[in-house]
């Protein structure tokens, strides 16, 4: 079969690389695909919103399935139209996207179905948000409701702060993403990515995960779409993972269904461990990137059957294998990232980093120049991987291939992985 993947981070990459690896799989392609993605796919220079080109592609190339990586063409629709196309995919609808598409629907579904998240409001205009904060307190979490790049979430430790970030949601800053907000509890406790493959009617959970949302170590700085993820993550046992399916996913797939937007694809639920239970801070409808590269490592099962399973309705008869080893991966980003940051910088001594046992370095924001140099172009630029018996042995190897990597216009944490390594030290 002829697969396509669209999307051009480093979770395509690591899905590109576990797809390839799939005897059901005769050629690959990705759009547009990055500097990495180009090694072991064609990559062909669509844009992920222009759905008639993606389409056009699919007829002339005998695409027989198509792995949606990113949110805003899922949002957008192209699986609605790849399925009026008869293409069969992979994501849901732009209708089931609205549990990421907007943050006041999942609130809204949530309450409706007493899924455990935090209290919250929703606001279309500041004064209305103003005074239900200044009778909340703080601290307290203001949200743009639509799309805004991880961007749009404002943790405000004081009134002032609280109120500036209603007047910079409703400026339009956040363009429609920010026509509404949603200004909710501010929940305490350790934080975990859930991923579950949903077919509309079961829900397969995936193995677990932990992300790092702050740009500098010791967990400081601005949020980042994530600057490093290890699997498995500790902090969630079978026991919570037992309580997160029965009171937070399966409630969601029922309800979905319910609503005649049955979800298939990946949800993947942001979780907050606090001391009453786990609650969901939000949804995605696609993979998380980083975490994707660290299940695509620790996957023994070929991913292909499960992924046409989710679009055909029958997840029921598939079993995820996973390894026992841990896997981690660091995120090297261009210095200023989550600001503005210098493009078309040289990056060096990938391959050697790449030669290391157990190492997979993945490329988010890269390309190649006509020497086949492989210049930094985005934010988050690539993702070094290792797995190992445990995290704090795959941590080792992945910051020894970091240490080979040679860009200067480049950073990483130094500290990814320290509260599954540290956990390990205390049952040592
Ligand atoms: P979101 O885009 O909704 O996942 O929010 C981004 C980040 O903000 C989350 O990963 C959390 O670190 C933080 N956050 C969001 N909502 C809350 C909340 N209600 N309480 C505490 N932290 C939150
Ligand atoms: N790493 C978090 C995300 O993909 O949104």
New binding site residues.
């Given amino acids: 079969m002829n697969v396509l993947v669209i999307g051009s981070g480093g979770r395509e990459h690591a899905l590109c690389w576990k797809i390839a690896a799939s005897p059901l799989v005769s050629k690959l392609y990705c759009a547009p695909g990055n500097g990495g993605i180009s090694q072991i796919a064609e990559c062909v220079p669509l844009k992920v919103l222009d759905f008639d080109a993606i389409v056009a592609f699919c007829q002339s190339h005998q695409i027989g399935f198509v792995m949606v990586g990113p949110e805003d063409p899922l949002v957008a629709g192209l699986v609605d139209r790849l399925d009026k196309e008869g293409i069969k995919s992979f994501g849901p609808s732009a209708k089931a996207a609205q549990l990421e598409g907007s943050?006041g629907y999942t609130k809204d579904l949530c309450a409706e179905f007493n899924i455990p998240t935090?209290a919250y409001g929703r606001f279309a205009d500041a004064d209305a948000a103003k005074i239900f904060i200044a009778a909340k307190g703080t601290p307290i979490?203001v949200?743009a409701d639509g799309l805004a790049a991880?961007k749009g979430?404002i943790?405000a430790m004081t009134l002032d702060e609280a109120t500036a970030a209603i007047d910079e949601i409703f400026s339009g800053k956040f363009g429609a993403a920010g026509a509404e907000v949603v200004v909710?509890?501010?929940?305490e406790g350790e934080?975990a990515s859930f991923f579950a493959l949903c077919d509309g009617t079961t829900a397969l959970p995936l193995a677990t995960a932990q992300d790092h949302?702050r740009v500098f170590d010791h967990d400081r700085g601005p949020?980042t779409g994530g600057m490093g993820a290890y699997s498995p993550a500790p902090v969630l046992t079978d026991a919570i993972v037992a309580r997160v399916m029965r009171e937070i996913i399966e409630p969601t797939v029922a309800a979905m269904k319910s609503r005649g937007t049955p979800f298939k694809g990946v949800l993947f639920a942001?979780l907050?461990l606090t001391k009453t239970g786990p609650q969901l801070?939000?949804y995605n409808a696609r993979f998380g990137d980083p975490e994707t590269q660290v299940l695509m490592m620790r996957l023994k099962s070929d991913i292909m059957p499960a992924l046409i399973a989710t679009h055909d309705g029958t997840l029921d008869k598939v079993k995820l294998e996973w390894k026992d080893e841990a896997a981690l991966t660091v995120v090297m980003a261009a210095n200023g990232y989550p600001g503005p940051y210098e493009k078309d910088t040289e990056i060096n001594g990938i391959e050697a980093a790449n030669a290391l046992p157990q190492v997979e370095v993945f490329h988010a924001g890269t390309r190649r120049d006509a020497d086949g140099n492989v210049l930094a172009i985005g934010g988050r630029v690539l993702n070094v991987t290792a797995t190992g018996a445990t995290v704090g042995a795959a941590q080792a190897q992945a910051y020894k291939a970091v240490a080979l990597i040679d860009w200067p216009e480049g950073f990483c944490r130094s500290d990814i992985g320290w509260r599954a390594v540290a956990r390990e030290k205390r049952s040592m």
Wanted: proline residues 0%.
């Fill in positions: 943050k935090a979490v949200k991880g979430v943790i909710e509890e501010f929940l934080e949302k949020n942001g907050m801070i939000e």
